[in-house]
């Protein structure tokens, strides 16, 4: 049975950054559902209510970073961007402020649809100068992220999962590296956020099928060792797949497949991810598999790769945990 | 189909109808109802001119995101009507409002009650927060802010087209922290958008609680009719002002008006979490239990059976 941390981000920040007189927490009318309500509550003179405006909150952080303070932007990871994103350019990229931004709920992990989901962050960020991206996958990286940003010379975009968080890992973040969870030869299976979890439910029914899996969760995507994956992808027999919480322009799939391309690497690449299509409303579960961002599709990847069948079925994989909608440790509302 | 009951007898019904609906989920967008029930009612009971809706009345499922490979895509505007030249056109601005929306589109006979069942549904297009594909809805609205420029936008293309129908945008008060609430007043100011109208919940309260304590927003009326338009303040829960101020003469000018509402409106035992109503989740078995007995006697329906 997998351990569930409950609300691990609250914890994690409040340890972090009670008492650091340089950090501040910034909200955008989104406390509680960031789980920063009880920091608020117990550290009201490190907190700043900036309101539902978050290009000003962008800028004004810029300006808190030019005063020497390292602001942690909380709001759902859609809202720092979308709206604000001229504004996290000039005020805070280009001129490397060392701003935290705790981007919520990242792509289909809301059932907010379109609006709320933040499913093309990763590309938008990958392209910006200065930045650095890590992305949460279970509740260790959770309470390690403030820490890992916090390391960063300048600013750093991070997609931080709430509620009820898996326990997968039992080290933290170390900036710039991959987990390897199992080191097999026959494909190399390249996974970030809650998709690590998926793949990992495949893993069994996989070994029953006699493949061999390499598989590496990615908890940094900018910068990114480039030389470790290409000795990753050397070591397997037939070639790679990316499963990722994002659309497969821009995000990990992109990643893996220019790292491949510079280098020369020949081998086939599948990336899966939401395929040049926007998401709707619904449960997480309801939309990894609509879109095709779970273990099944892993599976059905890899069949594809590998030209074989393996007659997997959801039942074969390990079984997926079901969020209650309106469970206690949920973050107050959308 | 329109004046078969009177508007408080359609706040009153939309008011159950979230009640129960909240009380079987365990939650929801409650206090929304409270706060807008009459504004909801009156638009859609009295002043709005639609036509007959043109989707069916039980809601069909997603059929798909916007896309070149998705021809047959449309949006959830049929539940208005028709979006011919002489009818009028309404945007639901804060898109997490979808639930008093859909419960209005009930009463008013526009959609079964069946749709309200599929809310939130995998696989239904009767989404939380409402999408443009949901029931009654014509674009996107869930990122806040962004409504009044749509409306004003679209207003402005149909008066230059000499479409006599107006452009309504219900708002909420969160949104006047979104610098864009105030560019597109500007905007309607500035191109004589007369046959835009708002009315905007008032209630006071946001997500972290209220408005005051997150971001203090001052005078809105004098700051909106400083920015160009024509701004009438009502008290938010009595129809006959609503009345009133749409007769308010502005030539040239967007009309808003804001509704001055409480968020625990007909449901008094929601005080108890007052500030805290932006999304009730009953903290416990004890409390969901006292509330329902309580609202239901406020609404003279009977306690709702939520144990199966
Ligand atoms: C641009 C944007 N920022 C943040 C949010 C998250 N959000 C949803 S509702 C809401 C509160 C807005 O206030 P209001 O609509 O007045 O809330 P209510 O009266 O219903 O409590 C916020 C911050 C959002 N939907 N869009
Ligand atoms: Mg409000």
Redesign the interface.
């Known amino acids: 049975m997998m351990e569930m941390v409950s609300r691990p981000y609250a914890r994690a920040f409040e340890a972090f950054a009670a008492g650091n007189p340089d950090i501040l927490c910034l909200s955008a009318d989104l406390t509680s559902s960031c789980e920063v309500d009880g920091f608020r509550d117990r550290h009201p003179d490190q907190f700043l209510s900036l309101g539902m405006a978050e290009q000003n909150m962008m800028s004004f952080a810029g300006g808190l970073g030019l005063a020497g303070y390292r602001p942690f932007i909380h709001t759902f990871g859609v809202f720092m961007y979308r709206r604000p994103y001229d504004q996290l350019m000039a005020s805070i990229a280009y001129p490397r402020r060392k701003v935290r931004l705790m981007g919520f709920l990242p792509g289909v992990t809301t059932p907010g649809g379109m609006t709320h989901q933040s499913i093309e962050d990763i590309s938008v960020m990958r392209s910006i100068p200065n930045m650095t991206i890590l992305e949460t996958g279970d509740a260790t990286e959770v309470e390690s992220i403030c820490e890992a940003a916090d390391s960063i010379d300048g600013p750093v975009w991070c997609r931080v999962l709430r509620g009820s968080v898996p326990r997968l890992f039992d080290t933290p973040i170390r900036v710039g590296e991959m987990r390897e969870l199992s080191s097999g030869d026959d494909i190399l299976v390249v996974t970030s956020g809650i998709c690590t979890e998926e793949a990992m439910r495949a893993r069994s029914a996989l070994a029953r099928a006699g493949l061999s899996i390499r598989h590496l969760h990615l908890h940094t995507i900018k910068p990114f060792d480039a030389q470790a994956l290409l000795d990753h992808i050397g070591s397997v027999r037939h070639g790679v797949i990316t499963l990722e919480n994002h659309v497969t322009e821009g995000g990990v799939g992109s990643l893996v497949a220019e790292t491949m391309a510079d280098a020369g690497a020949g081998k086939r690449l599948i990336r899966l991810g939401l395929k040049d299509t926007y998401a709707h409303g619904g449960s997480r579960a309801y939309l990894m598999r609509h879109y095709g961002l779970d273990a099944l599709a892993l599976v059905e990847g890899i069949e594809d790769l590998t030209g074989q069948a393996f007659g997997i079925t959801e039942g074969d994989l390990d079984a997926a945990r079901v969020d209650d909608v309106h469970s206690l440790v949920k973050a107050e509302a959308l | 189909m329109r004046n078969e009951r009177t508007t408080e007898e359609v706040a009153l019904g939309i008011r159950r109808r979230v009640f129960e609906h909240s009380m079987r ?3 929801g967008y409650l206090s929304q109802a409270c706060s807008a029930g009459e504004q909801l009612a009156w638009l859609y009971n009295e002043e709005l001119k639609l036509g007959a809706p043109t989707l069916p009345m039980i809601p069909k499922p ?1 059929e798909g ?3 070149p490979s998705n021809p047959d895509y449309h949006t959830g505007a049929g539940y208005n009507g028709p979006a011919a030249p002489e009818f009028d056109r309404l945007f639901i601005a804060p ?2 409002y979808a639930l008093v929306a859909y419960a209005t589109l009930i009463e008013v006979g526009r959609m079964a009650p069946e749709g309200l069942e599929m809310f ?1 549904k ?2 239904s297009s009767v ?3 409402g ?1 443009e ?1 949901s029931p009654g809805m014509e674009v ?6 962004i409504g009044l420029s749509t409306g004003a936008g679209l207003a402005w293309g149909r008066k230059r087209r000499g479409e006599p129908g107006r452009t309504w945008v219900f708002m909420s008060d ?2 006047v ?4 609430t105030w560019e597109a007043v500007q905007a309607a100011a500035f191109h004589g958008i007369d046959n835009l109208y708002a009315i905007m919940d008032v209630n006071d309260q ?3 609680g209220a408005m005051s ?3 203090e927003v001052g005078d809105i009326k004098t700051k909106f009719r400083t920015f160009g338009a024509v701004c009438v303040e009502i008290d938010g829960h009595d129809v006959q002002a609503m009345r009133d101020a749409v007769a308010e003469p502005h030539e040239g000018r967007p009309l808003i008006i804001l509704a001055r509402t409480s968020p625990y409106r007909t449901m008094p035992i929601l005080e108890e979490r007052f500030p805290r109503l ?2 009730v ?1 009953f ?1 416990s078995e004890d409390e969901r239990a006292r509330m329902n007995v309580s609202i239901a006697a406020d609404l003279g329906v009977e306690p709702v059976d939520y144990s199966h």
Not at chain 2, 140 to 145: P, R, S, V
């Open positions: 989920n365990n939650g997603f995101v916007p896309s898109a997490h939130n995998d696989g989404e939380m927060i999408a594909h996107h609205n869930g990122t806040l802010g969160g949104e922290q979104e610098g864009q946001q997500c972290d304590s997150v971001m932006h999304y989740r903290k």
